[in-house]
C-alpha cells in the first residue's frame, strides 16, 4: 500500500473539509447564493491580506495577478527596479518585458536577501524608476527579503510604487500591506490558502489605482478598474473558478478559526523544527540569513546526487518535495511547510529525507533529524 505526501511549495496539501466541498454541485456565478459566498471570501481577505482595500479574486494562477500588477501601475517605456534574487524575481523582470517597461535589474546571489541600502541608492536623486518589484518569500531559494524595509523607503517617494509577490507570504509570516505602506500585493491559492491552484489575488493602495486611472499597457482578461467595480456586488467579469471560490470561503474562515497570529505562529514553529532538523543531520541551509517560513532550502552533501533526491523520496516514499530550479537544479531540495500543515508532517517528511539521504549514500544519522524536529515541536 502506497500513501502520497505532499510537501512542495505548491501546490499544497489540502484539507480533507476542503475536498468535500470541490466535490459539491456547481453553484450558478451570476445568482444570490454566489454572491454571499464571494461578499464572505472578500471580506475575510481583508484580515488576510492586512489591508482595509478590496482584494480582487482573480481566475488565473498567481502569475496573472502578477501580470495584473504590472499593467496596472505603469505605462510603455516606464522604468522599473526589478529585485532579483531567484526564479520569481526574474518573472517579474520578464513580465514588465513582455509590456515594453524598461527594466533596471537589482540582482542579488541566490540564497540571499536584497540589501535595502542597495535598494535605497538604486532610487536616489533623480531616479526615473516608477515602481519596484520584489517577493516578499522568493520561493525558488527560501529567502525572505525586507519588504518593511524597502517599503519604507518607497512610501516617501510620491512617484514609486511597491509591488510585492506575496504568493508564499500571505498566510505564512507578517506582511500587513497598509501598515507598511506597500502599494500592491499579490497572492495565490493553492499555497498558504490551502486550495488548489486557480485563483490569484490582487490588492492594491490608493496610490496604486491612481496609477491605474492612467497606465497605457494594455488589458483586456486582467481589467481591475472593472473587477473593482463588480466584486464588491458579489460579482465578477468573466466566469470566474466557482468551485474554488467556493473552497476559498471555507478556507479563509478555517484560518480566522485558528487566528492569523496563530497561523503565523504555526509556520515558524514548523519552519524552525525543519531548519534544525536539517542542521542536526550534519546538512547545511541554502539561506541561513534570511529563511522564509514557507518552505526551507537545503544544499545537496557533497557526494550524492542531487537531482536523485526528489525521485528517490517520491518513488521510494510516496513523498513529494520540491528540488532546485533552474541554475540550482541538483543543488539544493525545498522542503514546503506552507499551508495544512502541522508537527506531525514535519516528523515524517524529516524521517522520510533521513532514509532517503541513506539510501543514497549519506552517512546520515537516522532519527538525528526527527529527533530535533520533535524536540522544537514537543509541548
Ligand atoms: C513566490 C512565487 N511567485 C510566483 C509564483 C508563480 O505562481 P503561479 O505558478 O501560481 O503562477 C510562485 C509559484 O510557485 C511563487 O512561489
Keep these: 500500500m502506497k500513501r502520497e505526501y505532499l ?18 454541485p456547481i453553484v450558478y456565478h451570476r445568482g444570490p447564493k454566489f454572491k454571499a459566498i464571494l461578499q464572505e471570501a472578500r471580506a475575510d481577505l481583508k484580515v488576510l ?17 502578477m501580470e495584473a500588477a504590472v499593467t496596472h501601475t505603469l505605462s510603455r517605456g516606464d522604468r522599473a527596479l526589478v529585485i532579483e534574487g531567484g526564479k520569481f524575481g526574474e518573472r517579474w523582470g520578464e513580465i514588465c518585458q513582455a509590456y515594453g517597461v524598461d527594466v533596471e535589474w537589482l540582482r542579488v546571489p541566490w540564497g540571499k536577501a536584497v540589501d535595502p541600502a542597495d535598494v535605497r541608492k538604486a532610487l536616489t536623486n533623480g531616479s526615473d524608476i516608477r515602481a519596484v518589484f520584489v517577493q516578499a518569500s522568493e520561493t ?36 500587513p500591506m497598509d501598515a507598511w505602506g506597500i502599494d500592491v500585493m499579490v497572492s495565490g491559492s493553492q499555497k498558504a490558502m490551502m486550495l488548489p491552484p486557480g485563483l490569484g489575488f490582487i490588492a492594491m493602495g490608493p496610490r ?12 483586456f482578461y486582467f481589467n481591475l478598474r472593472k473587477e473593482r467595480e463588480l466584486q464588491p ?28 497570529e496563530q497561523v503565523f505562529a504555526r509556520h515558524e514553529r514548523l519552519a524552525k523544527a525543519t531548519r534544525e532538523g536539517m542542521r542536526a543531520l550534519g546538512l547545511e541551509l541554502f539561506a541561513p540569513e534570511s529563511p522564509s517560513n514557507a518552505c526551507t532550502a537545503v544544499k545537496v552533501p557533497a557526494g550524492v546526487d542531487g537531482e536523485k533526491i ?29 499551508g495544512y500543515y502541522n ?14 539521504l541513506r539510501d543514497l549514500g549519506y552517512p546520515a544519522q537516522i532519527g538525528a533529524g526527527v529527533r530535533k524536529v520533535q524536540e522544537i515541536l514537543a509541548g
Design 343 to 356: 508537527p506531525f508532517d514535519m516528523v515524517m517528511v524529516m524521517s522520510a529525507v533521513e532514509m532517503t
Design 208 to 219: 496604486a489605482w491612481a496609477r491605474a486611472e492612467r497606465s497605457d499597457l494594455p488589458k
Design 7 to 24: 510537501f512542495a511549495p505548491g501546490p499544497t496539501q489540502l484539507p480533507e473539509e476542503i475536498l468535500r466541498i470541490l466535490s459539491e
Design 140 to 175: 525558488s531559494t527560501g529567502v525572505k527579503q525586507p519588504v518593511h524595509e524597502i517599503a519604507e523607503i518607497t512610501r516617501r517617494l510620491p512617484d514609486t510604487l511597491l509591488a510585492v509577490d506575496g504568493i508564499t507570504a500571505v498566510g505564512v509570516f507578517p506582511v
Design 233 to 260: 456586488k458579489g460579482e465578477t467579469n468573466f466566469t470566474p473558478a466557482v468551485p474554488f471560490i467556493v473552497a476559498l470561503r471555507r478556507a479563509l474562515q478555517m484560518i480566522r478559526e485558528e487566528g492569523l
Design 310 to 338: 526528489p525521485k528517490h523520496i517520491r518513488e521510494t516514499y510516496g513523498v513529494t518535495i520540491a528540488g532546485g530550479q533552474s541554475k540550482l537544479k541538483g543543488k539544493i531540495f525545498r522542503i514546503a511547510h506552507l
Design 49 to 65: 491580506f492586512q489591508t482595509e482595500q478590496d482584494v480582487l479574486v482573480l481566475t488565473s494562477s498567481g502569475t496573472g495577478a
